[in-house]
């Protein structure tokens, strides 16, 4: 993990060479960060990414174009933009800070284009502090993936949860008892009732999975 200073405000960025079977099999991450950024900010990519692009806010305001579709990235959201599908995004307003996450595999790109489909590609999650553990896991420099294909499999099924959690808002939207039982909200919940104390997400993995 490194840390940079620019003039358009501060960010923290770590990267993952991930191994040839978790490439192939897993759901695994290449890059993660953290930005506080000031109005300068804006990043323009016309191609699209490599992999699945996701994009959480914490504080400030967010402007993201994702193909056709524009959308205001409140506190909070969560946007998630498909590989290969053209993306702009910067400050809307003073400042601005959010985690960042390409990541990829199997279940990963299939989820991703199932919710731009559906009109979830960006929408504030029931669960936004599981969102958020996630990604500050990923980006912490013991994060799991970065001791072997043991740790690469711990960092897939970290990722499956996430995403697990967010095909039931599209699944479930009305936030009811029905997906109140599941293993996402079974995380929360606990991440919840815990708040207060160090909680590492290698040992979150353990318990739940």
Not at 52 to 71: H, P
Not at 144 to 155: A, F, I, N
Not at 189 to 203: F, K, S, T
């Amino acid at each position: 993990m490194y840390r940079e200073d620019r003039p358009y405000g501060e960010a923290l960025i770590a990267t993952h060479l991930p191994t040839v079977p978790a490439r192939r099999y897993l759901n695994w991450f290449s890059m993660a960060g953290w930005h506080r950024c000031n109005r300068l900010y804006r990043q323009d990519y016309p191609q699209g990414g490599e992999s699945v692009f996701l994009l959480f806010t914490v504080e400030g305001a967010g402007r993201l174009r994702a193909g056709e579709e524009d959308y205001a990235l409140a506190p909070g959201s969560l946007a998630v933009v498909p590989p290969g599908l053209p993306m702009a995004y910067g400050t809307a307003g003073e400042g601005w800070e959010f985690y960042w996450l390409d990541a990829d595999g199997p279940f990963v790109r299939t989820a991703a284009e199932q919710l731009r489909r559906d009109g979830l590609a960006c929408h504030t999650p029931r669960r936004p502090a599981l969102c958020l553990r996630v990604m500050r896991a990923l980006l912490e420099e013991d994060a799991p993936g970065r001791g072997g294909l043991g740790g690469e499999l711990e960092q897939s099924r970290l990722l499956a949860g996430l995403f697990d959690g967010l095909l039931e808002d599209l699944l479930f939207p009305d936030a009811g008892g029905e997906a109140a039982p599941s293993l996402p909200g079974q995380m929360a919940a606990y991440i919840e009732a815990h708040y207060a104390e160090p909680l590492r997400m290698d040992a979150l993995s353990r318990r739940f999975y």
